[in-house]
């Protein structure tokens, strides 16, 4: 059976959807400002968004205030040019969530020099599900597949990654205007993922075929994050410094599962394959990052500055996974990463007593050379499926105050495009599929907006977004 040409068909839709957001360090921002700021506030962060950006301004920062992030909302568009066909197009818009953060202040008897917080990340939500059936249209492929009256196919991936972090942030001056501070963040991260494809052809001499071809994994990682945290506040300018430590995984647990089954007339052989692997090696890092920044005010304004370079990381398994023959032939699904330098400029500015106007940018360069997800089980060995793009993330906003209360409001937006040389993988030469050898070239750009209140409770400030 001529299986392949399904897998064209899907192909064009898998693709655009399982590339996106893998291996990024910039994606996600916390607290108001924070956002609006685009995260440029490793040295200036005035609330406790500090406890991810740098733990040392908690002994700086007056009676920061309890924070709640709620959720925030996001629409992401993706667009894929020149995909099958030359003037071949495909699009995908959705409407989701995003992490949130919450974070307070406490106080221990007789530490009366040391400053603590205890937060609350989403570091990362991301769930990809997507479901299609369809029938082929052969009429372009009728010389090929002559003997074909009809071919239907049905596929399924689900894509599923979630980083929760729970954390501690202790602080204490050294000097006056010199701080230290350290973050503890408790990492329960879970990847999971499903390709699911099947299809039946009806022949005009031999009948139905049947098609099935499902691969499932699971990685699921605990461990400790720590960030340090220094921090200055000199005569012009606030200075500080970040430093995370690579990730330290306690304890790792994977699973896979592959199945393939083909019978039929049309089949030279058939083929029936099932496999059920529980309690894998797994391994899950992250690198060393530095990063440094600058908070300059003049006058009633401010500008924030920070760049950031996280190390790479040499190629290794996420998941090892046992042969499936006896011929040693198996799955390998592996990650490495290049080192990378971002940089990005924030600025606050006065316009009145009542309002201050936000605005910044930073860069999000990819650091993936080879990325472990769902290409790594499905594709060639030889096929690089990976969105080698880089992003530039821009945002904006008002802070409005009132009589008793905050209003922050704003938005920010993100682009990345790229080509992508070989997007669809076409498992046979002998078929004249309309194709043109043009690379596809990908867009993605998506919007965030914010809408947060500051309002005092019971004696307390607290902040909603």
Do not use: C
Request: charged residues 25%.
């Amino acid at each position: 059976m001529k299986n392949g040409i399904l897998l064209v068909l899907i192909g064009i839709f898998i693709i655009p959807s399982g590339i996106v957001g893998q291996g990024y360090y910039n994606q996600e921002n916390f607290g108001n400002r924070s956002i609006l700021l685009s995260g440029n506030v490793t040295g200036s962060v005035d609330d406790l968004g500090l406890t991810y950006y740098n733990p040392a301004r908690i002994a700086l920062i007056k009676d920061p205030v309890f924070t709640i992030n709620a959720k925030a909302y996001q629409v992401n568009s993706l667009k894929l040019s020149n995909v099958f066909g030359r003037d071949g197009k495909l699009s995908d818009s959705r409407f989701e969530g995003v992490p949130s953060l919450i974070a307070g202040t406490f106080n221990i008897e007789k530490w009366e020099n040391h400053h603590f917080a205890y937060s609350f990340l989403s570091k990362q939500r991301s769930r990809l599900n997507f479901n299609v059936t369809r029938e082929l249209d052969l009429t372009e492929f009728k010389e090929e597949f002559d003997d074909l009256d009809r071919l239907i196919g049905n596929f399924e991936l689900d894509n599923k990654e979630t980083d929760e972090w729970f954390g501690v942030t202790w602080g204490t001056k050294l000097k006056d205007n010199f701080s230290i501070g350290i973050s503890t963040f408790v990492s329960i991260y879970n990847y999971s993922g499903t390709y699911d494809l099947r299809f039946a052809s009806s022949n005009t001499t031999f009948g139905v075929d049947v098609f099935n071809n499902e691969i499932k994994f699971g990685q699921s990682s605990y461990g400790v994050f720590w960030k340090l945290g220094l921090a200055w506040q000199l005569d012009k300018f606030d200075f500080g410094l970040n430093v995370d430590f690579p990730f330290v995984e306690v304890y790792g647990d994977g699973k896979f599962q592959y199945q393939r089954f083909l019978s039929g007339d049309i089949a030279k052989e058939e083929d029936f394959q099932f496999y059920d692997f529980k309690s894998l090696e797994t391994s899950r890092k992250e690198p060393l990052g530095i990063s440094i920044g600058v908070g300059w005010p003049f006058g009633k304004n401010k500008l924030h500055f920070k760049a950031d370079w996280h190390a790479g990381i040499s190629e290794y398994s996420r998941l090892v996974i046992p042969p499936i023959d006896d011929d040693g032939v198996g799955f390998e699904f592996q990650e490495s990463l290049r080192s990378v330098i971002n940089f990005g400029l924030g600025g606050e500015f006065y316009l009145n007593e009542t309002i201050n106007l936000y605005g910044s940018f930073s860069t999000d360069f990819s650091p993936v050379e080879s990325s472990a997800n769902i290409f790594d089980l499905i594709g060639n060995e030889d096929r690089d499926a990976n969105f080698d793009a880089d992003y530039l993330h821009f945002g904006f906003g008002l802070d409005i105050k009132m009589k008793k209360l905050k209003l922050v409001l704003g938005t920010t937006y993100s682009t990345a495009s790229g080509d992508f040389s070989d997007p669809i993988d076409f498992p046979f030469d002998d078929v004249d599929l309309p194709v043109n050898s043009d690379p596809s070239r990908i867009t993605i750009n998506r919007w965030r907006f914010i809408v947060g209140l500051e309002i005092p409770i019971f004696g307390y400030d607290v902040e909603f977004k």
